[in-house]
């Protein structure tokens, strides 16, 4: 016949079994006193009934210790494997261990990269950490399990065979002791360790083998958290290197912009954007030529296309294309860029990397400063800081040169403007080159005459002699020009040079500079060359002293200068020695 139980927890079985066992067991005991009262048959049945009872109680008991056990490994699992946390990971399985086991302290060791066991974590029955002080345990049980990679359980560990001569447990005077290792994949990762150092007995192989097998539980939980950590540190290193090369990436000057093999935009920085007048929104993901007008140095608009096919295909880069878009906001521009594949670490090519630089202030100021190196000597350009332009100069021994256009009005007269000014630039440029030909410095054009200088800013040992061969140099010039001109055009120069102190500096306003000499030696030189007669270079006294044995003359009659007192002795120039 079945015996059908009402729906009831298994705790209490043992409890119902307990108390009808000790019933029959005093039923027993009143029939001994008295066996006129039960008979023998009946006293025999309650006996056994009672031996059976008992024996269910302990089975009741052993099974309500492992149901525990059970729901309290489940329950464990599922807190431990809810956290990735790794500190919280590590409380949770020592405090559980202590619980389970009864345990007064318990240690959690996991292997360093060294393969040496660190105690992370080490709590007691209260659920307190404890502090470094406190962390004497059994090493040899320890490194039993280490070797072994089997648990170890001793009741008495002062009288274990085992462990009972070993120093550690000699002066701590250790008992229950129970270590089992937590394996990942059959390695081995930790040691838990749990003990008792006031009670003998109280670790068995039942607990012993609960806390084996949440071990298993607890390994992995701990490795994962492990892994986790790890991905999360790895993870905040490559956050942290994207930022810096996000800031990198847009602090850079130049533009780069990157391209997918349709030439579809994946990229492109800050400078990039300035350059194409369009915000990243804007770009991301559109067709490059949708923002950058093909139209090249040579206006053919497929080339800088066909640049980037060949980059593509070859998987070569390409420097310093050049590429001159017209923009409807800024109008033409002129840009250099660099072509480079974008390549996986199989080298297989995925797109285009497109370094941009606008070159088109740089190309501008170019050419403004070419204009200005034509009307100003570039050593006076180089000598120049744009920082430090101030009014003012300085006191400087200079040669100075005056040439002058003779007989330019009734010239002027002979030819209508446009053509004047023509003949008169051609003219110009040849005294000009003369010049500059011995490293002098044009100081100005004054209508048809030219002033320039030697020694400064630069000094020049030979100064008067460049003066000379420069004076000499306009005279050649002027006579390969005439050739090539209708004798109404042909004009002559005369020259005056003269060497003396004046003040070089800037002088006028700061809206406007400009950079000359200032002098009685300047007034000098030009009152010399309005004395000077057409093919003529007149010296003064001073400069043919510097040069009296590098040059031939001739003396001629001396000149009354406006605003002398006394005539100024000079000599005409025939030639170099």
């Known amino acids: 016949m079945n015996t059908q139980f009402p729906n009831k927890p298994v705790g209490t079985f043992d409890q119902d079994f307990a108390q009808i066992g000790q019933l029959a067991k005093q039923a027993y005991e009143l029939q001994l006193k008295n066996r006129s009262v039960i008979p023998n048959e009946v006293a025999d049945g309650l006996q056994l009934i009672s031996t059976n009872l008992m024996r269910l109680s302990n089975q009741a008991a052993h099974w309500k210790e492992e149901q525990t056990n059970l729901v309290a490994l489940t329950e464990v699992s599922q807190v431990v494997n809810s956290s990735l946390e790794i500190d919280e990971v590590l409380r949770i399985v020592m405090d559980t261990i202590i619980r389970l086991s009864g345990a007064e302290r318990g ?19 209260e659920q307190e950490s404890l502090g470094s002080s406190e962390f004497a345990i059994s090493r040899s049980v320890v490194g039993r399990v280490v070797s072994t990679g089997q648990p170890v359980l001793t009741t008495n560990a002062s009288e274990d065979p085992r462990f009972g001569d070993k120093e550690s447990i000699i002066i701590h005077n250790m008992r229950s002791i129970m270590c089992v290792p937590l394996k990942v994949k059959g390695d081995l990762t930790g040691i838990m360790y749990a003990d008792n150092r006031f009670r003998s007995g109280i670790f068995t192989d039942s607990k012993l083998n609960l806390l084996a097998a949440f071990s298993d539980q607890a390994a992995i939980a701990i490795e994962n958290a492990r892994l ?43 400078a990039a954007q300035n350059i194409l007048g369009k915000m990243e929104q804007e770009l991301s993901g559109y067709n490059l030529k949708d923002f950058l007008p093909t139209s090249t140095e040579n206006d053919d608009g497929d080339d800088f296309y066909q640049y980037l096919s060949s980059v593509r295909q070859s998987g070569q880069q390409m420097v310093g294309v050049e ?48 204009l200005f190196e034509r009307m100003v000597s570039p050593a006076v350009i180089n000598q120049l800081d744009p920082n430090k332009l101030q009014l003012g100069g300085k006191r400087t021994p200079i040669t100075v040169l005056f040439a002058d256009i003779r007989g330019f009005t009734s010239f002027s007269e002979r030819l209508d403007p446009e053509q004047l000014v023509s003949v008169l630039n051609q003219y110009m440029a040849a005294a000009a080159e003369a010049i500059l030909a011995q490293e002098g410095t044009i100081d100005k054009f004054l209508g048809d005459a030219v002033m320039a200088w030697f020694n400064a800013p630069i000094p020049q040992a030979d100064h008067a002699l460049r003066a000379v061969n420069a004076a000499l140099g306009i005279q050649a010039a002027v006579e390969r020009l005439v050739r090539n001109l209708p004798p109404e055009s042909h004009v002559a120069f005369g020259v005056g040079i003269h060497f003396g102190e004046a ?38 006294a001073d400069v043919y002293h510097l040069v009296a044995d590098q040059i031939d003359v001739r003396p001629v009659t001396a000149v009354h200068a406006k605003g002398k007192s006394q005539p100024l002795e000079v000599f005409e120039v025939l030639g170099i020695k």
């Open 107 to 125: 240690f959690l060791m996991l292997k360093d990269e060294d393969g040496q066991f660190v105690t992370k974590v080490a709590r007691n029955w």
């Open 228 to 270: 986790f950590e790890s991905v999360r540190r790895t993870l905040a290193e490559v956050t942290q290197l994207k930022n810096l090369m996000d800031n990198v990436f847009a602090s850079i000057a130049s533009g780069v912009i990157t391209t997918d093999l349709t030439n579809k935009i994946t990229l492109c920085n800050y």
């Open 323 to 370: 590429l001159n878009p017209v923009f409807p906001d800024r109008g033409r521009l002129n840009l250099s860029l660099n072509l480079s594949p974008l390549r996986d670490a199989e080298q297989t090519t995925h797109g285009i990397a497109i370094v941009v630089d606008d070159l088109t202030e740089k190309k501008r100021l170019q050419a403004q400063r070419r």
């Open 503 to 540: 003040v070089l500096g800037l002088v006028g306003t700061e809206k406007r500079l400009e950079y000359t000499a200032i002098g009685d030696s300047v007034n000098t030189a030009k009152r010399i060359q309005e004395n000077a007669l057409a093919n003529q270079i007149l010296i003064s």
